[in-house]
């Protein structure tokens, strides 16, 4: 695993959100925050959302045309993270055993031993996994469901900070295969990149003159670190209210006569661990109604069938949908 750098004087952000009461370990969090700030630039949202998905125990997906920063955006996430760190380039001729792993015939015992692949990393990067083949792609299935993977009948935990970090290009670019619903709704969030402000442009081509500032983070967290704030996390405060406007909100996307399929219970629960993650970064110890209302297009969009949208524009009318919905859910006093 690797190891952890002495955290540098906190940010301006950082130091004056810890004067609000954060203790050791979520001071360094909200480092980390500006770390990855400093490398993806003019997104801020986007970043905050990435932490959420992380503090929250969660897969995350990134959408966009290339060159809008998936990848770089993955790999800051795992700088300041530390921990094992393993990129996978997805192609069609990726099979799940080159992601997983085999049992190998050791000559002259006549035994198999398991042989772990690329998969058995604390974070991995899925790098265009739309361009694998639908076999492929569910193989990733019970890793990010229950961290653990099955090979010969034998089963290998992958560890309690295991976290996929995938990207995938429009399904509309040639040889991309559309995520099965089953696997998208592993994802607890999905991202959608768009272009950066031309401010934030300037300052991205001059920054990448000398090199990749991506290169030279530095761990801020380890893993027991994010571990811990993940179990702080769960101790936000959801009181029944809360909770209340949160379910009203899922059956809602039941109800909607333009929603063939509503979220689940699974979607349900990814809102609520979100909703606390949410509130743990802002320095609270209870979940708000903007907790939620802010949360529900990038964790519930994806999980959602709509009746008359199909291919790229879907995750758009999606988000847009579940926006007008929200705003019709009575909001709790």
């Known amino acids: ?13 950082a130091e004056t959100r810890a004067k609000g009461g954060f203790a050791e370990h979520p001071a360094l969090l909200l480092q980390a925050v500006d770390r990855v700030n400093s490398v993806y630039l003019g997104k801020p949202e986007l970043v905050r959302l990435a932490f959420i998905c992380l503090l929250a125990e969660g897969h995350l997906l990134l959408e966009d045309v290339p060159g809008t920063g998936k990848t770089l955006l993955a790999q800051a996430l795992a700088k300041v993270v530390g921990g094992t760190f393993h990129r996978i380039q997805f192609t069609p001729d990726l099979l799940p055993s080159d992601l997983l792993g085999t049992s190998v015939l ?3 015992t006549g035994e198999f031993v398991f042989k772990p692949g690329p998969i058995f990393a604390q974070f991995i990067l899925a790098d265009e996994i739309n361009r694998a083949s639908p076999r492929t792609q569910s193989s990733l299935l ?3 469901a229950d961290r653990q993977v099955s090979v010969d009948g034998k089963t290998h935990p992958l560890g309690r900070t295991f976290c996929v970090l ?19 709704d592993r994802f607890l969030v999905r991202l959608h990149m768009g272009y950066p ?10 920054g990448h003159r000398t090199g990749e500032p991506v290169e030279g983070l530095e761990p801020v967290l380890s893993t ?24 009203d909100a899922v059956e809602a996307t039941r109800r909607h006569p333009e929603v063939r399929v509503g979220a689940s219970t699974r979607a349900a629960l990814a809102l609520y661990r979100a909703a606390q993650a949410s509130a ?20 519930l969009a ?9 291919g790229p524009e879907h995750g758009m009318q999606a988000e847009a949908l579940l926006a007008r919905m929200m705003e019709k859910v009575p909001v709790p006093v």
């Open 1 to 13: 695993m690797a190891s952890v750098s002495p955290a540098p004087p906190p940010s301006s952000t």
């Open 106 to 108: 050791i000559e002259g």
């Open 142 to 144: 019970e890793a990010m």
């Open 166 to 184: 995938a990207t995938q290009n429009p399904t509309e670019f040639e040889g991309t295969y559309p995520l099965p619903e089953s696997q998208l």
């Open 197 to 206: 402000d031309r401010e934030a442009e300037r300052a991205i081509l001059e």
């Open 224 to 247: 027991e670190i994010l571990a811990t704030l993940q179990a702080e996390t769960r101790a936000v405060r959801f009181d029944k209210a809360m909770a209340d406007y949160l379910l």
């Open 280 to 299: 743990f970064l802002e320095n609270r110890k209870f979940v708000i109604p903007d907790d939620i209302k802010r949360l529900a297009g990038p964790v």
């Open 302 to 310: 994806h999980r959602l069938l709509l009746r008359h949208a199909h």
